[in-house]
């Protein structure tokens, strides 16, 4: 294998040994199957073709301080694909099959691991689709799980840097009631015309409001958002945004900070209050936000000057990172050591 430049990584994909595999056929789970294959072969009538039923997770591997690979909250997105698998009718994968998947895709693709120094990590990819054929509207009797991994950058090359993003009300990723809190492709389907205008006009990302009454703050595309007041890290509670693993472990290091935590509906009109906001996800942890710009009414939110992030967001995101590289204690015992 050619050397692999780990500072020019970018977040792309890039094949690397092994996929895990499992199916669900005759009503059970099989056993976990190694494939060197990148592709899946399904009948053409797969319900996830036609009726949407797919669901996907996105965590990371990192080579720690001491040389360690540790997995970020592996149960918890093992939890959080079930949830998506129980809202869109497919079938849950077990937890523990889940960890041990991801353990072992991880452990045979360890030389795609980038070193500690680089800053990259190692993405890790899972995903669940129907593939029981269908024609008729209905949930399929045949799953395949597979999880592929895949080196990616730091989201940072230059640095921890801020970004700009917008509101646009002719647009929304899901409705009020809908699959917004399920990590499906559905939802991303629906947001990449609105992402793509978004990136067009410069900027990252777009703000999502609610979409009934198109008053309070819902998240960004891929990542949730937050905002600090003082000692204050309030985040939006609402019935369609995606319970962002980033996010809680955030709030966390908040209290732990002697941070005030809240989660609750926070109105458009409040954004001026607001010291500093950001997004956050497993991609970039946090991104800083330095201006908000409403499309619709013609206002601007400012948040931070020359791409500097505020000095919250600054302490939130070194204190996740250091526990991620292992520079940190682990109080939580959050990350999965990979022996
Ligand atoms: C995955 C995702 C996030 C971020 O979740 P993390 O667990 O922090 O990576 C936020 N919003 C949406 C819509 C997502 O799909």
Known sequence: MDKINWSELSFGYMPTDYNVRCYFRNGKWGELEVSTSENITMHMAATCL??????????????????????????????????????????KFPVDMFEEAILKVVKMNKRFVPPYESGASLYIRPLLIGTGAKVGVSPADEYLFVVFVTPVGPYFKGGFQTANMVIMREFDRCAPQGTGTVKIGGNYAASLKSGEIAHQKGYSSVLYLDSKEKKYIDECGAANFFMIKGNTYATPRSNSVLPSITNKSLCQLAEDMGMTVERRKITVEELPEFEEVGACGTAAVITPIERIDDADTGKSYVFAKDGVPGKVCRKLYDALRAIQYGEAPDHYGWTTIVE
């Open 50 to 91: 036609h009726y949407g039923q797919e669901a996907f997770e996105g965590l990371k591997a990192f080579k720690g301080v001491d040389g360690k690979i540790r997995i970020f909250r592996l149960d918890e997105n093992a939890k959080r694909m079930q949830s998506s698998c129980e809202m869109i009718m497919m079938e």
